[in-house]
Every structure is written in C-alpha cells, then in structure tokens.
C-alpha cells in the first residue's frame, strides 16, 4: 500500500470557525464538491477564491495544491484546477475498490462491539437523521462521515480506516448526484440503521451486503446524470 495512505488525513469537516485557513477553506470546498455546488471539470480560479474567503494568493494556491493531492481536483497546463471528472471506467474502478475495503472492513468489526463505542454510533446517526429532517444538506454530509468513521472505526484498523477515508474521499465529485436528493438522503438513514441492526445482532453477513450495496446509489446517479458526456465522442 502506497505509504502516503498512512498519513492522509480524514475527510475535512471542520466548520467555518478552523483556525487553519487552509484546513477552513478546503472543508468549505470539498463540501462544495459533494453537493454539487462546484460541478465536475469546473475550473477553481484564485482571485474568485481569494474574494470569497478573503485570504492571500498563496493561501489559495495551498489550498488548490491540497485539493489536488486529495484527489479532489486536477490541473490542466493552461488551464488551472478543474473539479476531478472520472469516465465510467474510472467510476468503476473507485467503486470496486470501495467495496472490497468496506466490504473487508465490516467482516472484521467483532460480533459484539464494544457497547460504548455502538452508542456513539446511535447518536452519531441519530445528528443524521436530525440534518436530515432539517434539510441541511452540509450538516448531512458533516454526520454521514462522522458515521462512516465511527463504523469502519470498529475494526480497530487504522491502516484500512483511513485507506477507506482516502477512496472515499476521491468519489466527493461523483457523490453529488445522490447526496443532494432528499430521496436518497433518507434512504441512507434507512440503511445506517440497518446497519446498526445487525451489529446488534451480531449478523455480519447481513452487514457485509448492507456495506456493499450502500455504495451502489452514487455510482449509479453519476453515471446517469453524465451518460449524455460520456456518449459524446
């Protein structure tokens, strides 16, 4: 495994009180990404930067540098950073690399998890399902890593959490799709507590395929909504 896995960080949900400009304003951006403010091949231009967030040029460029090692976004000679686009071949790979991690890591998480560490994760949903009702689709995307983390954080292996932190991380520009639907968006609630369920019964199986096809939404809404791009020569 490349051994920059072992030191990426942990998806960015800081809020707009992060002391660290840099740290602020690529949490303001990846969750621009994955809600579809900022869409696919969309070009990141510093002085709309450097007015929005009110912060030096080399501010900016710390933070398109960051965007672009976590795979966030990419640069084009001539043109700058552009928000990461991904043909059906790569949305695919992503995918089937996300499952085989998240699939490994629920076959590890014991049959009987730590009780505290399982009521954390209730009440980590419980803040999903409140974002929800709230239709506050960053406080939404904020809890569902929180859940994520604290799921996969069960394994008690560090090395494969942040691996799933870091693939993750890299479908924020495909996520969008799904994530800014209300229907989807309580859908995954449905199978958070599903989840949940079947920790408590100690029914790995039944977690291992809710693992799986819980990614199958956003691959799936990416594809679609981009079917017209990917058919044009």
Not at 167 to 179: K, M, V, W
Not at 184 to 204: F, P, S, T, V
Request: negative net charge; hydrophobic residues 40%.
């Amino acid at each position: 495994m490349d051994t920059a896995l072992l030191h990426a960080p942990d998806a960015v949900i800081l809020d707009d009180t992060t002391a660290d400009p840099v740290a602020r304003v690529v949490a303001a951006l990846e969750e621009d990404i994955v809600l579809g403010v900022l869409n696919p091949r969309e070009r990141l231009i510093e002085d709309d930067l450097m007015h929005r967030f009110g912060i030096k040029r080399h501010v900016v460029r710390e933070v398109l540098a960051m965007l672009d090692r976590l795979g966030l976004t990419e640069r084009r000679r001539n043109i700058g950073s552009l928000v990461r686009s991904f043909t059906p071949k790569e949305v695919s790979e992503l995918y089937q690399l996300r499952a085989l991690l998240e699939t490994q890591a629920a076959s590890l998480i014991p049959q009987s998890p730590d009780p505290d560490a399982l009521n954390e994760l209730i009440e980590i949903q419980e803040a999903h399902d409140a974002a929800v009702q709230a239709n506050d689709p960053r406080r939404v995307f904020r809890a569902n890593v929180r859940f994520h983390q604290a799921l996969f954080g069960l394994t008690g292996n560090v090395v494969l959490q942040r691996a799933i932190a870091e693939y993750a991380r890299q479908t924020h520009p495909i996520r969008f799709s799904s994530l800014v639907s209300p229907d989807y968006r309580q859908k995954a609630c449905r199978e958070h507590w599903q989840m949940i369920a079947a920790l408590k019964a100690g029914d790995r199986d039944a977690l291992v395929t809710l693992c799986r096809e819980h990614l199958l939404p956003s691959r799936d809404a990416y594809l679609s909504a981009n079917q017209h791009r990917f058919s044009q020569p």
